[in-house]
């Protein structure tokens, strides 16, 4: 059974590697692989890790020899995953937005694609008509998710087809006479009700009959998990059930057996991963009292972007009298991991483990103010494993052009 890394390991990490430092736990990553292909096994469902939450290949390689798929969302992320040695045929493209020219490449390369507007449907059905299989992105009218700025599914987001262009969708398929296999709805992240993926279980229920090719139902991602201790997640084993029952239906009605695509992100490797960071400064004004460490938003935005909330623990001093601080980064910038958090005594030089930090953490990290991004450390077998080195100085000057 599964047991977080204690203590003393992380502190040795930090020791090791120095901070800022990611640290990932690849037994957690394939303990939520396996409640998911636990929960799904009456179910033909295949799981597609959407690597824009992590893509370090180490990372991905592991969770390849999971026996797990994996979602790119750029042309960039689909050269990783086959980098990372997953078949073409495990590696699905859910595009939004994109040039033509990299979905010309995705059918080269010989991945799935998911294809997000009338427009590059229009330009697929001209280059490839019914020789390269392919799904289709749908918008439905779903608010979901938790909060707008991670909601994709509600009416005025810019991704997927509406449907009720359906018509348009219908009249490119003939005019092309398109294979579609598949219809892919993605609401959001950080869904708990499992009636969200119900609601687009109805819609696909809806319009299945007019896609004679149709192979796979894809429910995109954005199952939620607890950030906050004693929080609960999206009930999993409640989805496989319902999702079980409505197949059932899609074949009393259709005579169909479909597959059901999911791309998990943030249930796979979110709580996988710890940012340790190192309290540089202690700091009291009027009102607060600050614990200022050596990380800022340019290692984990998600508290300044999303007001995501990630739990804090001091792992240098478990015991102490708890104490309110608010934590802060060294970036030139209000950069506040969290307000009045209650914590054991900070003291300079503690170390500060933020948790939840494997899905959309260092992937979101910059250089700004020209601090290095962290080294990224791989925790399996009971081993760390340095799987990306800490920035350098010449990190910084790479690619710039110095002019005289
Ligand atoms: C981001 C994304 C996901 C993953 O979302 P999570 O909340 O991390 O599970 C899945 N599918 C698509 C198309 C996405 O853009």
């Not at 918008?139 to 009416?155: Q, R």
Request: hydrophobic share 40%; aromatic share 12%.
């Amino acid at each position: 059974m599964f047991t977080p890394l204690d203590n003393n390991i992380l502190q040795e990490i930090a020791h090791t590697y120095g901070t800022p430092v990611y640290v990932y736990h690849a037994e957690k990553i394939a303990d939520q692989f396996q409640q998911l292909t636990t929960a799904f096994t009456g179910v033909n469902a295949r799981f597609f890790y959407a690597c824009k939450a992590l893509t370090n290949i180490s990372v991905l390689k592991y969770i390849r020899s999971l026996g797990c798929n994996i979602d790119c969302s750029s042309i960039n992320e689909v050269h990783i995953a086959l980098k990372a040695g997953f078949e073409p045929t495990n590696i699905l493209y859910t595009s939004n937005g994109i040039a033509f020219e990299e979905i010309q490449t995705a059918v080269e390369l010989g991945v799935n694609i998911n294809i997000d507007s009338l427009s590059n449907l229009e330009k697929f059905g001209k280059s490839y008509g019914p020789n390269y299989p392919v799904g289709i992105r749908l918008l439905p009218n779903i608010m979901a998710g938790g909060n707008l700025k991670i909601s994709t599914g509600h009416e005025n987001s810019k991704f997927g087809i509406p449907i009720y262009q359906l018509n348009q969708i219908l009249a490119l398929l003939k005019k092309y006479e398109l294979c579609i296999t598949g219809l892919h709805i993605h609401t959001g992240s950080e869904i708990k009700d499992v009636d969200v993926f119900m609601k687009v279980a109805d819609i696909f229920f809806e319009l299945a009959p007019h896609f004679p090719d149709l192979v796979f139902l894809d429910m995109g991602g954005g199952f939620k998990v607890p950030y906050k201790e004693n929080e609960q997640g999206t009930d999993i084993n409640l989805l496989a059930k319902k999702v079980e029952a409505i197949l059932h239906k899609f074949d009393e009605t259709y005579g169909k057996k479909f597959q059901v695509w999911f791309e998990p992100g943030k249930f796979l490797v979110s709580e996988a991963g710890n940012l340790i960071a190192q309290v540089n400064v202690l700091k009291t004004n009027a009102n607060l009292n600050f614990a200022g460490v050596n990380s800022g938003f340019n290692h984990l935005i998600r508290p300044m972007f999303y007001d995501a909330y990630h739990q804090i623990t001091n792992i240098s001093n478990t015991k102490a009298s708890i104490k309110e601080y608010t934590v802060v980064g060294n970036i030139c910038e209000t950069d506040t991991f969290a307000w009045n958090r209650p914590l054991p005594e900070v003291r300079e030089g503690d170390l500060l483990v933020f948790h939840n930090a494997g899905a959309y953490g260092f992937e979101m990290g910059s250089n700004y103010n020209a601090r290095f991004l962290p080294a990224q450390v791989l925790y399996k077998d009971n081993q760390a494993h340095l799987i990306r080195k800490r920035d350098e100085l010449a990190d910084l000057y790479r690619n710039q052009i110095e002019l005289d």
